[in-house]
């Protein structure tokens, strides 16, 4: 028994699993300890009332026994967020090498509508912070000269198509468990 507060100290033993000792948590009124913090005990005095703490039974009579199943599940740290997918580093470099290679390769004729087309999913890989957009413009732009568009031409053609893929950008992808 607490000496003084009404309350009461419970030892329980467990099987290594992760817990959470923070007061208040998993309910008010309830101040968990955990691995070694220290906890006081007979013949300690209440800090507040300085009244002294008293056994109910002595632990050297009974050992602890473990913790309630329930217990440790409201006691379980909280689950981690689970952590972005590898995409924009792994991947960035070979979707715009195969951009490159579209606009290059493009049908005679194709050539604008394929450079707006590989803008517009650049622009989505930007807009989801997943690629650089000064590299995704220079790209287009050196596959453009390749395809012999006129500069005026090219310049609007990316701007148009990076911006309309910013405004929609890609999903992240989250990995899976």
Partial sequence: RTGGSGGAVLFFRHDGQALRGQAGCPAPGLDPHRGRQAVTIPPGAHPATGGAYTWRVPPWDVPPPPIPHWLAALLAPAPQPMPPRRMAAD?????????????????????????????????????AGMMDMAQARDTLLHAAQRRR????????????????????????????P
């Fill in 91 to 127: 991947r960035a470099p070979g979707v715009l090498l195969r951009a490159l290679h579209a606009v290059c390769d493009a049908p005679a004729g194709m050539a604008n509508t394929t450079l707006n087309a590989r803008a517009y999913a650049l622009g989505r890989w930007c807009g």
């Fill in 149 to 176: 568009i006129p500069l005026n031409e090219a310049r609007a053609t990316i701007r148009s198509g990076l911006t309309a893929g910013l405004r929609n950008p890609r999903p992240v992808m989250r990995a899976l």
